[in-house]
């Protein structure tokens, strides 16, 4: 049956599965809108920004753990998703973003709203394809959800001349995808699984390092047996986090630049890590020739060119964790490493993450306060700076996804717009962003959103007048220059009226937990201004360049020179 | 130790696919010495249809050039990458 390039779109999107697409139209890409009505199968939220619908189809890509979708037009629309759809190529999130572009004869004449879309986003996206021609369009759109979400997840991006959008062509939907040069591999190399098994049996100090992979895979139950069975410690990479329960008692928190000491004394000691899904960034290893030095490495991660990229393997397991851990759990015997947790447990109490005393509104306060009185329910949405870091320290994540997170881009602004998305996908949890007020401020125009797609989303800005993580870096090792870093903003409360959201200011302790409270109340959104103590830092804390046993673990208050 | 090395990468004959090639050398640092691109239509081959081989010498660490290969095989339209020996190596 014949159907137009738009018709071809959405019900390419339905068979996918897709339920709702984030996006912000315009000239290129009416079009398309134009048929959307016909498919009310298909929720549209319209975002504030591009940026925004990036960051909503992330947010709710990790909720869910399906695609998410967001669409923009030609030029400036899909220049503004850029940053959005790079935190989603950084995290391996699945995301499928769709751009118009100017109609086939246009093409190349630097057209009204013409841009390069495949030429930017080549680096930035796992594929990205430009349609030329109108048959092709149900292959690209199957390839590209095949390629968002199989394998090592990421964005791909489709660009589609306007011209395509009302051409009509016979559809037909294809079954399965031809592509000579994917394919993933998903089970571990025998030999190599049973060498790892071997070097676990034989470890006196393992330790796993768990990341993002586990939680894409799917594989919280084998990563919780392979930790009992052979009574392993687990320490989570901030991605990572909420993979392993943290109130286990084999945990040991998370390890990195901002991790616990306890956590990086860990994998100094270890004599056998074993990375599940993670890619060991710099933020994890700090300086990298002296990363676990003493231990031998069994990296388990889907994609072939992470092993060996950033430390040496000993045993390279290319393969879904999942079936990776299945595989291990036959080979291994179990065992016992108690002088290891007992070593672990005394370096945790000796060490322990310590928040200040003070009568001060502390920010680690007012995290903690949230996790306490939401019980640990709640979906914690981040944007990121140092409320990221005290949010991912200060509350004890026990379930997967339950903190969601830019990681690897550090995209301020990030807060915000991915709470839509997770709200959007997750509409019975309840869902905290937690932003800071610089970052909040560059995404903030998505309160406009939520107000108009009706979403219950509490919002903490831990609000210290300053961007605060680069003042952090600006008084440890600059001399204390404070350039740029103090940062005014407008009266938060009067921002969310404005949008019709209920909010407080809280600049007392005690007002904290009734603040919480009241927004929980609050069917909608809610917005808390929490004034916090300006000159508050992040630690533990191990210096850029510096080992992870280097890790300074208590600040040193310096007094202001008058 | 630094050697010489060559790589033979089949490719999808596809637009831009060079691009993307082109593209992981430049991300990600790696020098290259030559690249040589042939259809192999051209080179009447029947076996491999609507592929593009592509030999390329590159300078490097085994580690460095293992890299490369995995960032190439990464790439949807790379199908294959192999090395072969280079001249005096065999």
């Known amino acids: ?562 | 130790m630094t050697t010489k090395h060559i790589l033979v990468a089949l490719l999808e004959d596809k637009p831009g696919v060079l691009n993307r090639m082109a593209s992981v050398f430049r991300r990600r640092g790696f020098n290259i010495e030559s690249v040589n691109v042939i259809d192999t239509i051209n080179m009447g081959s029947s076996e491999l249809p609507n592929l593009t081989r592509v030999t390329i010498v590159v300078s490097g660490s085994k580690d460095m050039v293992t890299q490369l290969k995995r960032q190439l095989e990464k790439i949807i339209d790379v199908v294959k990458v192999s090395e072969i020996p280079a001249q005096g190596e065999v």
């Open chain 1, 1 to 562: 049956m014949k159907k137009t390039g738009a018709q071809i779109v959405w019900e390419s999107l339905l068979k996918e599965g897709v339920e709702v697409v984030f996006g912000f139209p315009g000239g290129a890409i009416i079009p398309l809108y134009d048929s959307l009505p016909d498919y009310p199968g298909v929720r549209h939220v319209l975002v504030r920004h591009e940026q925004g619908a990036a960051h909503a189809a992330d947010g709710y890509a990790r909720a869910t753990g399906k695609v998410g979708v967001c669409m923009a037009t030609s030029g400036p629309g899909a220049t503004n998703l850029v940053t959005g759809i790079t935190n989603a190529f950084l995290d391996s999130v699945p995301m499928v973003a769709i751009t118009a572009q100017v109609a086939r004869s246009s093409i190349g004449r630097d057209a009204f709203q013409e841009v390069d879309t495949t030429g930017i986003t080549l680096p930035i996206t796992k594929h990205n394809y430009l349609v030329l021609d109108t048959p092709s369009l149900a292959r690209v759109l199957k390839e590209s959800f095949h390629l968002a979400r199989t394998g090592r997840p990421g964005p791909v991006l489709i660009d589609i001349p306007k011209d395509l959008f009302t051409d009509e062509v016979e559809y037909v939907y294809p079954e399965r995808v031809n592509l000579a040069g994917y394919k993933p591999v998903l089970e571990g190399h025998g030999a190599q699984v049973k060498r790892a098994a071997k070097l676990i049996n034989e470890a006196e100090r393992p330790l796993i390092i768990a990341g993002r992979g586990v939680a894409i895979s799917g594989a919280y139950g084998e990563l919780r047996e392979l930790a009992e069975l052979c009574e392993i410690p687990v320490v989570t990479t901030l991605l990572g986090i909420g993979s392993f329960p943290e109130g286990h008692g084999l945990s040991f928190g998370m390890p990195g630049m901002h991790g616990m000491a306890y956590a990086n004394r860990a994998v100094d000691g270890a004599d056998l890590l074993i990375a599940v899904g993670m890619r060991f960034d710099d933020r994890v290893t700090g300086e990298i020739s002296k990363f676990a030095p003493g231990a031998k490495v069994i990296h388990i991660d889907i994609d072939p060119a992470e092993i060996g990229k950033n430390v040496k393997v000993e045993v390279p397991i290319v393969g879904d964790a999942k079936r990776v851990l299945g595989a291990l759990l036959k080979g291994v015997k179990g065992g016992s490493h108690s002088e290891w947790l007992k070593q672990l447990r005394e370096w945790r109490e000796e060490h322990p993450l310590v928040v200040r005393g003070g009568l001060e509104l502390l920010p680690q306060y007012v995290i903690q306060q949230i996790y306490e009185v939401t019980r640990g329910e709640a979906i914690v949405v981040t944007g990121v700076g140092q409320h990221q870091m005290w949010a991912a320290q200060h509350c004890c994540y026990d379930k997967p996804n339950s903190l969601i997170s830019a990681g690897g881009l550090g995209t301020m602004g990030f807060g915000l717009p991915a709470s839509v998305g997770v709200k959007v996908g997750c509409p019975g949890e309840v869902v905290w962003c937690i932003d800071g007020d610089g970052s909040f401020q560059m995404t903030m125009q998505e309160l406009g959103t939520i107000v108009q797609e009706g979403l219950g989303i509490k919002i903490a800005i831990i609000n210290n007048g300053y961007l605060g993580m680069v003042r952090q870096w600006q008084g440890l090792f600059y001399n204390r220059r404070y350039v740029a870093t103090p940062l005014s903003g407008p009266d938060f409360v009067t921002v969310a009226r404005a949008y019709g959201i209920p909010g407080l200011k809280v600049t007392k302790r005690e007002g904290v937990v009734p603040a919480i409270e009241r927004a929980l109340d609050e069917d909608g959104p809610f917005l808390i201004d929490f004034v916090v103590e300006p000159e508050e830092d992040v630690y533990p804390m191990v210096p850029p360049g510096a080992a992870l046993a280097e890790v300074i673990e208590e600040p040193v208050r310096k007094e202001v020179s008058v």
